[in-house]
């Protein structure tokens, strides 16, 4: 098995030496590198093409959704998951809009930080329970204040099957099971998803999400 190649990101270095013990002990994951602040992030990961960054949102300097942007426009490839103190809501959408395939507080247990790191590496977007009922919260608030537009009206370029690819990202599918769900190949799945961000003007999966949960995409009886 390919073990997940990791960069750690954060202006702590007992929290460096903290996950450099914990990925030491976990069988499908090393830890490839580590930077003290943001430009050392962004150096390093460009070095290292790691397959996700640990990112502290707060360091010295520039901080870490600057720093996800700049290492995404270099390699939008590579997954980034977000690691805060903080759980406000600014700082969420902040990482969601730079990028973040995650966002883990840093209290939480390390089987959750785990399954978020897979999750992005599987190009998954994942974010811890608390979080996850704070962005659910969030949309269902912005869904109820603002004027009802239909996925069709939001966007006219996408085809019908797109909008089932786009609908399915939305409620946080891989594209192994978007191609199970639709019966159609990887690859079909793929081209769908670059012609939907296309159209969309996005550069990846979060801001597509976003955008479609918006109009009311993401929804489980959506595809009855």
């Given amino acids: 098995m390919t073990k997940i190649r990791i960069l750690v990101a954060d202006d702590h270095t007992l929290f460096r030496e903290g996950m450099a013990a914990?990925?030491?002990?976990?069988?499908?994951?090393?830890?490839?590198?580590?930077?003290?602040?943001?430009?050392?992030?962004?150096?390093?990961?460009?070095?290292?093409?790691?397959?996700?960054?640990?990112?502290?949102?707060?360091?010295?300097?520039?901080?870490?959704?600057?720093a996800t942007r700049r290492i995404l426009k270099d390699n939008p490839d590579i997954s980034v998951v977000m690691l805060t103190m903080l759980e406000d809501d600014s700082s969420v959408f902040a990482a969601m809009r730079a990028g973040a395939r995650g966002y883990v507080l840093k209290g939480a247990q390390h089987k959750e930080l785990l399954e978020t790191i897979k999750a992005a590496a599987a190009g998954q977007v994942l974010f811890g329970p608390n979080i996850a009922t704070r962005m659910k919260g969030f949309?269902?608030?912005?869904?109820?204040?603002?004027?009802?537009?239909?996925?069709?009206?939001?966007?006219?370029?996408?085809?019908?099957?797109?909008?089932?690819?786009?609908?399915?990202?939305?409620?946080?599918?891989?594209?192994?099971?978007?191609?199970?769900?639709?019966?159609?190949?990887?690859?079909?799945?793929?081209?769908?998803?670059?012609?939907?961000?296309?159209?969309?003007?996005?550069?990846?999966?979060?801001?597509?999400?976003?955008k479609a949960r918006e109009v009311g995409l993401g929804k489980p009886d959506n595809n009855d």
Avoid: C, W, Y
């Avoid at 004027?147 to 089932?164: D, M, V």
């Avoid at 399915?168 to 793929?190: C, D, F, M, P, Y």
């Fill in 22 to 66: 914990l990925f030491s002990a976990t069988k499908d994951v090393t830890l490839i590198g580590e930077a003290a602040n943001a430009q050392e992030a962004i150096t390093k990961t460009r070095d290292l093409n790691p397959d996700v960054v640990l990112m502290d949102i707060n360091m010295p300097g520039m901080d870490g959704v600057a």
């Fill in 139 to 210: 949309f269902e608030n912005l869904a109820s204040i603002q004027s009802a537009q239909s996925p069709e009206e939001a966007f006219p370029e996408i085809t019908n099957r797109e909008l089932e690819v786009l609908d399915l990202i939305a409620q946080g599918h891989s594209n192994l099971q978007i191609s199970e769900t639709l019966v159609i190949s990887a690859k079909t799945v793929r081209n769908h998803i670059t012609s939907i961000f296309s159209k969309m003007q996005v550069a990846d999966r979060a801001k597509a999400i976003i």
